[in-house]
């Protein structure tokens, strides 16, 4: 049993604020996750897209250093080539992406913001990988009926959803035809900054609020859909993995 000091520690390091980059219960430890195995072994053109991200008043949307360097290693594992993004905001896990894939590998990313993809941009083109990248501005659904509609079915090998929860199920019908078995579908953010778990009455933000039941009918969803298996894990936001088996 925790004594009353340990206690007192363990809420001291617990971590409240809503857009912490982690789940993790303690700052320290999460600190040591990056300081230890991430920051030395993060390439600095993300390192200066991160910081240039920083400073920008929408930085509680980007994706935390963590899970960058998840996402380049899975799309290492996975031999990921041909991959998509919905929901790219200023690059920083386009750029992950972009640089876990061989030098003729793609990504159609797409975002109702080009500016916002613009600031991240000059770093991407210092990493090598622009040529990479085939960027639509605009929303991503008609941009997924319109692959469907080309018999594009099959063909991706990674896709990445990062932008509207409320959203999500409707991707999530179109992008089951278009990644191919066994390739790999990431949700991001399915813990919904812990709010999946919050009581009905907790104060929450006004957008966690909204958003939260889309986001737990997503993973109801999931969890039942026989044509994936899922892994839920605890980084950044918490990312749901799909892999496609038929
Ligand atoms: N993956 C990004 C990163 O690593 O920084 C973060 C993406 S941010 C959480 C969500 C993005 O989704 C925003 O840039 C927003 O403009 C975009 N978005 C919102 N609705 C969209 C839609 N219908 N289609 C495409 N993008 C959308
Ligand atoms: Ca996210």
């Not at 894939?101 to 770093?123: Q, T, V, Y």
């Not at 009926?145 to 179109?174: M, P, S």
Request: overall charge negative.
């Amino acid at each position: 049993m925790a004594t009353n000091g340990e206690e007192q520690q363990t809420q001291s390091t617990r971590h409240q604020e809503v857009g912490h980059k982690s789940l993790l219960q303690s700052d320290a430890l999460y600190q040591y996750i990056l300081e230890t195995s991430v920051y030395p072994r993060e390439h600095e053109a993300m390192k200066e897209l991160r910081e240039v991200t920083a400073k920008h008043p929408w930085n509680i949307m980007t994706t935390s250093a963590d899970e960058g360097q998840f996402l380049n290693l899975l799309l290492k594992l996975i031999n990921a080539k041909n991959t998509m993004e919905i929901g790219v905001y200023t690059g920083y896990s386009l750029l992950a992406t972009a640089l876990a894939l061989p030098d003729d590998g793609k990504i159609l990313a797409m975002d109702i913001n080009r500016e916002n993809f613009e600031l991240g941009l000059p770093s991407i083109r210092k990493a090598g990988v622009a040529h990479k990248i085939d960027f639509r501005e605009g929303p991503a659904l008609p941009v997924l009926d319109q692959l469907l509609e080309d018999g594009k079915h099959g063909t991706f090998d990674f896709i990445f959803v990062d932008a509207d929860k409320d959203n999500y199920l409707n991707y999530h019908k179109r992008l089951i035809e278009l990644v191919k078995v066994g390739g790999v579908i990431g949700y991001d953010n399915t813990l919904w900054n812990g709010s999946v778990v919050a009581p009905a009455d907790a104060p929450l933000r006004k957008y966690v609020r909204y958003y939260r039941d889309f986001v737990m009918e997503l993973n109801k969803e999931l969890a039942l859909d026989p044509r994936i298996e899922i892994c839920q894990l605890p980084v950044g936001d918490g990312i749901t993995i799909c892999r496609r088996i038929k």
